[in-house]
């Protein structure tokens, strides 16, 4: 098993990603930590194989204590600057995932992670064609969370507006909230749907037909 260790502020979003990682075969999680304090203290105590690393830590950014923990790293973060993808590369992360993410994204670069691992745990001389392979193999399975014709960006805000809203929403209810008209909402809560990323379900009213609601996929 590959021992994972996930450093995240937000202790719900730890849970979520905790229950994503459970999923994936050959993975288990070790532990959590929310701080780069607590952080530091864990890969101390429970010698993970893996850390799954946000940015964003309370008292110190997660891209300062990157070089430090000397653990394989992918960071899952909502940092899209191009100047933390680029720090995050140079401190050793093995990958960058961008918030939110769907459970096959992550589920993807974990298995490719895995592949990855596995090509490079006997201690024996490497040739280049082993080495290339072993980095092609990482970013083998990496994609876009949006399917063809949609906007990833668009399929992100959409997401975003699920997560921070705590709530079930219509597609109404999010493109009043984006500014975007309700048949393009209704696509991309379709979509998301479809991925796993959301929970669907019926919200039925006093009167009229029901509508779809969407919840942000917690497990």
Do not use: C
């Not at 530091?40 to 430090?68: F, M």
């Not at 219509?170 to 393009?184: C, D, I, Q």
């Amino acid at each position: 098993m590959i021992r994972t260790l996930i450093v995240d502020d937000d202790f719900r979003v730890a849970g979520v990603h905790a229950g994503f990682v459970e999923e994936v075969d050959g993975f288990a999680v070790v532990g959590t930590a929310h701080t780069a304090a607590e952080a530091r203290a864990r890969v101390r105590e429970l010698t993970p194989d893996l850390i799954l690393l946000d940015v964003y830590l309370p008292d110190e950014s997660g891209l300062a204590v990157l070089p430090e923990l000397q653990t394989d790293t992918i960071v899952l973060s909502a940092a899209t600057d191009s100047a933390s993808v680029a720090a995050a590369i140079r401190a050793g992360a093995l990958n960058y995932l961008i918030k939110p993410f769907t459970t096959r994204q992550l589920a993807e670069r974990l298995t490719s992670y895995a592949r990855f691992r596995g090509l490079l745990a006997e201690d024996r001389a490497l040739a280049q064609d082993d080495v290339d392979r072993a980095y092609r193999v990482l970013h083998d399975q990496d994609r876009t969370t949006a399917p063809k014709g949609q906007s990833t960006a668009t399929s992100r805000l959409v997401s975003e507006q699920l997560r921070r809203a705590g709530r079930p929403l219509s597609a109404a209810e999010v493109a009043g909230e984006l500014g975007m008209a309700r048949a393009t909402a209704q696509r991309y809560l379709t979509a998301l749907a479809e991925s796993g990323t959301v929970q669907m379900r019926l919200r039925y009213g006093a009167t009229g037909r029901p509508e779809h609601e969407y919840r942000w996929s917690e497990a």
